[in-house]
């Protein structure tokens, strides 16, 4: 079960699978902590002989959440039943669960452990209408969304040179920046074919909800292009190649790649079905344009998916010499990567690095930090490092803390600034053309 997947409205809240709040048998009344900051240590220290003080650093305690609610069964018969459904989510447990909550159009998740529970069994319990409290003790104080994003990249692998001109095999990428990252213009970068609606989220990200959705009627989003006459085409020639990948993921939702060839007028000629990856094809004789949609056959759990970054590339018409500005081609892997933090609080990652690779390491291109571990790693290992936990783990089970080398830092105190964190992943011993040695992180965006 999702995190959040039985909430549908404001003022609804999801714990251990059981959904609270309006329309429920749980009516709130009142939820304390939410949008407070949490308790602030300070460390500022009073100067000795000065007014004032040094201001130190502030460092976030525990987060205290507490719900009143009122219980509103529809009969005095099915209040036992209502009331044990309660008891049951809300029974002492020593690990902790996700909360999801809903309010003014936000839905953000947290970990904690019910730590009280109170029901006053007072004349309003005999009448069948009790009131109570629960309250959440959260460990990490932050808030986060519910949807986890995640990058990838493999080691560096050089860059083919520049390209003469004769045999038409390079690329271009046919969407803008924005678009290509996910961002911007529902206007003029998407539009809705049917099935379900777009909306942006924080920092402009794409989000594509999926209403409805069947094998003979998918939801689809199509990708614009603004710069032609017709904004959902692609110019493209008969016998070009046309690539059309997503990087974020979301084919773990069910999503599916498709291009669509059209033809001079617009008319649809035939199609190319991939899968939540990439699809590739070739454009027909009679095509003129290349249309790429994503779709969804069922409705995903959840139904909000984050579109992430794309790329279209359709390579180049036959040329003959050397065309100005000369092209000298696309790295085959830069071994560099982009995770963004939508939120306003750091973000800690997991990070796992996949063999072969001798001495990997994950660098913060920004502040120089870098995570780095002096252990070999054959193709079959698997290196994770759960920056919150401060857990270095090889293959689930070894501990490879140890490993760290003198430049690695703490690491709990490697995080996801808000916005953009530029990462590198560097190893030794192997790499070049071919490998398959490679780096990703998983994390959700933190919010105060």
Known sequence: MALDDLITQDGQMQWRGV???????????????????????????????????????????????????EVTADSLGQLPAVLDVLRQATTVRQSESWLAVQLAGCRRVMRGRVVRRALSADRAYTRGDPV?????????????????????????????????????????????????????????????????????GSGGALYYTVGAASIT??????????????????????????????????????????LLWLDSTGTFISSTVGDGVSVTGTAP????????????????????????????????????????????GTPGASGDMTAWNFGDAPAHPVITITGPVTMPSVRNVATGERLEYNVPLS?????????????????????????????????????????????AFRGTGVGGVGTTASASLTWRSAYW
């Open 19 to 69: 959904l609270l709040g309006e329309g429920t048998p749980y009516a709130g009344v009142s939820l304390s902590g939410w949008d407070d900051l949490p308790d602030l240590d300070s460390s500022t220290v009073a100067m000795p002989s000065l007014s004032g003080a040094w201001p130190g650093a502030l460092l976030a305690s525990t987060r205290t959440l507490q719900w009143d609610f």
């Open 132 to 200: 109570g409290s629960l309250v959440w003790e959260c460990s990490d104080p932050r808030r986060y969304d519910p949807m986890a994003q995640s990058v990838a990249t493999t080691l560096p692998t050089p860059e083919p040179g520049i390209d003469w001109g004769t045999d038409g095999s390079e690329a271009v990428q046919m969407l803008a920046p924005a678009q290509a990252a996910g961002l911007g213009s529902t206007a003029s970068n998407w539009y809705n074919q049917q099935g379900g609606t777009m909306s942006l």
């Open 217 to 258: 009627a998918p939801a689809q989003l199509v990708w614009a292009n603004s710069a032609v006459p017709s904004p959902n085409r692609f110019p493209i020639a008969p016998g070009q190649t046309a690539q059309f990948v997503a990087y974020s993921g979301v084919g773990a939702t069910g999503a599916q790649l498709l």
């Open 285 to 328: 004789p009679t095509a003129a344009y290349a249309r790429p949609v994503m779709q969804w056959a069922a409705v995903p759990s959840p139904a909000r998916v984050l579109v992430g970054r794309t790329a279209l590339f359709v390579s180049a018409p036959l040329a003959s010499g050397l065309v100005d500005p000369y092209d000298w």
């Open 379 to 423: 193709a079959d290992d698997s290196l994770v490092i759960d920056t919150y936990a401060g857990t270095v783990t090889l293959n689930g089970t070894a501990s490879r803390l140890y490993a760290a080398t003198t430049r690695s830092v703490p690491e709990a105190g490697f995080t996801l600034t808000p916005g953009a964190t530029s990462l």
